[in-house]
């Protein structure tokens, strides 16, 4: 197979000297269909699609604040040293640890004042950041970040990957582990996973189909991440993003056992 071995071009669009980025085109198609998913679901939950709305006008921007700010935290001696790099997410540094975050505040606040439960909200945005995730991590391939470490042709092709993805991971002079295409398949099966256990009538109760995705989508991120080489440290060979993957896979099983016994809950009631 003959491989031409370049990159697909990261700009999507030039408008009159304005670049508009497949990152971010992808990132708002992620959220796009997201919110599709979260609106029709508030409607079979009985709740105003309109909650919905206003969670993402305020969350969204919010969220992207959170991310960015996380990463730079983390990353801030090279931001001191140059801090007009702050703003260009197009080079990337979007932490979604860190959006994720900011995002549950504004759902937390948006909650209290329309005395709506939080773990409602919770289970029917869960499906949707997740599915958000799945599609924005191909806006990392087309920047040709968050891969891994150097490996072989022929195992890429082991795996039967398209070709366009084989070339897009030739990064530096060297094949690198598609780790994008890791993260995104693995949460894909986790969305698979929690629609069915959603449909399946009398097996969850209200705010397990947040904690399911707490448990899955940190599992998936601990190993992905551990063979990611931009990783961020928040002490030598301890990354930032397993420790938080491990904190909490482990409080969501917790809270999930404890939940079950606390049945004077007043907001546990079945979905």
């Known amino acids: 197979m003959n491989f031409s071995l370049l990159a697909l071009n990261p700009i999507a669009l030039n408008l009159g000297g304005l670049e508009i980025h497949w990152y971010g085109v992808i990132i708002a198609l992620g959220a796009l269909v997201g919110v599709i998913m979260a609106m029709r679901e508030a409607k079979r939950r009985h709740l105003d699609p309109d909650n919905i709305l206003d969670l993402v006008l305020y969350g969204v921007p919010i969220a992207l604040v959170g991310a960015r700010l996380y990463y730079v935290i983390f990353e801030l001696p090279f931001y001191l040293a140059n801090p007009g790099e702050i703003i260009k997410v197009w080079h990337g540094g979007i932490a979604i640890y860190g959006g994720l975050i900011a995002a549950f505040i504004v759902l937390l606040v948006l909650c209290k004042k329309r005395n709506i439960s939080p773990w409602l909200m919770l ?149």
Not at 161 to 184: D, K
């Open 123 to 271: 289970d029917i945005a869960a499906p949707s950041v997740l599915l958000g995730q799945i599609v924005g991590r191909w806006g990392n391939f087309m920047n040709q970040e968050a891969f891994g470490a150097k490996t072989t042709l022929d195992f890429l092709q082991s795996l039967h990957l398209p070709h366009f993805i084989i070339e897009q991971m030739y990064i530096n002079g060297a094949y690198r582990q598609p780790t994008f295409l890791y993260e995104s398949l693995g949460n894909l099966i986790g969305l698979i996973l929690i629609l069915i256990l959603r449909n399946r009538k009398h097996l969850l109760k209200r705010g397990e189909v947040f904690l399911t995705y707490l448990i899955w989508y940190p599992a998936v991120r601990f190993f992905v991440e551990g063979m990611r080489t931009d990783s961020l440290y928040i002490l030598p060979g301890v990354r930032v993003s397993q420790v938080l993957s491990l904190l909490l896979f482990f409080a969501a099983i917790g809270l999930f056992i404890y939940r079950r016994k606390k049945l004077d809950d007043p907001w546990y009631n079945e979905l």
